[in-house]
């Protein structure tokens, strides 16, 4: 039947119907609306209505799909089966639903009685006219009858990607069918509603689902810019600063180069190290320039007292003993000539004095006594004639029995020191120069070295040859004896046991010959050995319990003594040993 109404079951509404539903207001921003549920679709006819059977129609059903809609029955009477009556479940939009153009609705032919309805009992003849709706339309548009009035929430903004299907104008009637939602209205809610967003739009649910406004662009971090900032400009700065160091280092500056140096320090060293020992010692050490009978020479002395006395060795001033020169320079530079007091071959000691010089610095004795293997030691010298000379080094045997000159070929000239022997280097100019412990005290007058060649010499001798960590030095015990006769009376004595010695005996020890010089007594008559029952023919192996090998040993050993000492003399007699005790007499020295 064809009325001039539209058949909601059958098509969407006319666009004149659509017109007069007015359109809702946007939604405010303070406003909560919430969401209505689309306008119940005109009642069924009154023969459907006057059935007892007839269910009411299900608006929470979901709709058939879209695409079942609009694809026509494969069964022509099952199409036929499908009353207006007998509708249930309306079309649920999934978005907003865009009004059709307007098109003419072709005249509706009422549709033959289905043999079976799915909700309803069978219905012959033909369809009634649709009655008036139930509802007048709202006013205000309240929910569920009118459209979603001023309070009722937005539904959620569709995104453009996503449109919404529209119902076709013209629906198939069958069994899977689903009618279309009247026009204009809005689906209800399929699940909770999602809060708020930060931003709304204006929505339009007959709009062609505009996309959602996007959210404001979040700002960036100023902190997390500075930080970057930060990094780049101490990077930035790195590389500077090294490039300028790398050039700085190679270059050493920018401008003129400066090396680097050390601030100025203290000059003071501790007192028992060589340089405090050196800066005591050097005042009182002295280089000796010697020349007279045709023959020159250098070599080394020191300071005894304040009067001017200077000891230094015999083979030194040896050429200026009749006639020559002596000049004595001081560690200043000062100099001054210097006269021979006196000198002694066989301990290879001198005495030369200075006058007219002030501010002398002698130098302090110590003992030979007490000094032990191992101990540090300095020596001062000017050796090939490089004054004011420092070496050390340690003392590395003691009682060593040694012989120095012979250059007169008949003896005299022989000395016989019981020496201290060093390993500071020593060389030919240090003679006669001093030989210091580790507080600044002579223990030794540097004499002799041993050259690589195997001779035994002093300075004075032929030889240059230089240092190979041999060299020996009277012991200052023996050198102040000797020093002290020497001033006072230009002599120094010897001890001596009063017997000529074998010197040709290669037997082990020393031993007593049987003839003396000039034929006389090897033992004189009197003498010290004569009253100690000593015999020509015995061999003497050993002073004060130390062995001797020779008869230049046995010599050192009593002349490091004093005249008046008692030693104790082992000898072998026939086979047979023997000890006897002698006391040490004395003879003038050369």
């Known amino acids: 039947m064809n009325d001039g109404k539209p058949n909601w079951w059958s098509r969407p509404s006319t666009p004149p119907e659509a017109a007069r539903i007015p359109t809702p207001p946007p939604a405010e921003e303070d406003d909560f609306p919430l969401q209505a549920p689309g306008p119940a679709g005109p009642a069924a006819p009154e023969r459907a209505a006057e059935a007892p059977a007839g269910p009411r129609v299900d608006m929470t059903k979901q709709p058939a799909p879209a695409s079942e809609a609009a694809r026509p029955a494969a069964d022509p009477a099952a199409g036929a089966a499908a009353a207006p009556e007998t509708a249930t479940t ?7 639903v865009q009004a059709p153009e307007p098109v003419a609705a072709p005249p509706v032919e009422a549709a033959p009685p289905a043999p079976h309805s799915e909700v309803g009992p069978p219905v012959a003849g033909p369809a009634p006219a649709a009655p008036p709706p139930l509802h007048a339309p709202d006013e ?9 009035g001023p309070w009722a929430p937005a539904p959620p903004v569709q995104r453009p990607g996503a449109p919404s299907p529209v119902s076709p104008p013209h629906a198939v009637a069958g069994p899977h069918a689903a009618a279309p939602a009247p026009q204009g209205t809005v689906p209800p809610p399929q699940g909770p509603v999602p809060p708020p967003q930060a931003a709304w739009g204006q929505y339009d649910p007959w709009g062609a689902g505009a996309g959602a406004v996007p959210p404001p662009a979040r700002k960036k971090s100023r902190r997390g810019l500075a930080l970057v900032g930060a990094l780049a400009f101490a990077l930035v700065t790195g590389v500077i600063g090294g490039g300028v160091g790398a ?3 190679r270059n050493g500056g920018i401008g003129s180069v400066q090396l680097p140096q050390a601030g100025a320090g203290t000059s003071d060293r501790a007192p028992d190290s060589v340089a405090g020992i050196a800066a005591r010692a050097l005042p009182g050490v002295v280089t000796l320039h010697v020349s007279g009978g045709g023959s020159a020479g250098t070599g080394t002395g020191f300071v005894l007292d304040n009067r001017g006395h200077i000891l230094t060795n015999n083979h030194v001033v040896d050429a200026a003993a009749t006639s020559g020169d002596i000049t004595v320079t001081f560690s200043s530079g000062e100099t001054a000539s210097a006269k021979l007091i006196g000198k002694d071959t066989g301990y290879d000691l001198a005495v030369v004095r200075v006058t007219g010089v002030s501010g002398l610095q002698p130098l302090p004795l110590g003992n030979s006594d007490d000094v032990r293997v191992g101990d540090p030691v300095v020596a001062i010298g000017a050796p090939f004639d490089l004054s004011n000379t420092v070496t050390s080094g340690i003392i590395s045997a003691k009682e060593r029995p040694i012989t120095a000159g012979g250059e007169k070929g008949d003896g005299s000239d022989i000395s016989y020191v019981d020496a201290l022997q060093t ?25 002799a070295i041993r050259a690589a060649g195997g001779s035994g010499e002093g300075d004075g001798g032929t030889g240059q040859a230089g240092s190979i960590g041999l060299g020996f030095a009277i012991p200052v015990n023996q050198g102040k004896r000797v020093a002290e006769e020497l001033i006072n009376t ?6 001596v046991i009063g017997v000529s010695l074998d010197m040709q005996f290669n037997g082990d020890g020393a031993r007593v010959g049987d003839k003396g010089k000039d034929g006389t007594a090897s033992v004189t008559p009197g003498g010290p050995a004569a009253k100690a029952g000593l015999r020509p023919g015995d061999v003497i192996t050993k002073v004060d319990g130390q062995r001797v090998h ?8 009593i002349r490091a003594h004093r005249p008046g000492d008692k030693l104790a003399l082992t000898l072998t007699r026939d086979g047979r040993e023997l000890t006897r005790t002698v006391t040490l007499g004395s003879a003038q020295g050369t």
Request: no cysteine.
């Open 90 to 96: 309306p079309l649920q939009a999934t978005g907003p």
């Open 140 to 148: 205000y548009r309240t929910p569920p009858y009118g459209e979603p």
């Open 247 to 249: 050039y700085v280092e």
């Open 423 to 447: 390993d500071a280097p020593i060389n030919p100019g240090n003679s006669g120069g001093p030989l210091l412990d580790g507080k600044g005290r002579v223990i030794g007058i540097n004499s």
């Open 490 to 495: 230009g002599k120094a004595t010897h001890p």
């Open 550 to 557: 020779n008869g230049e040993e046995l010599i050192v050993k």
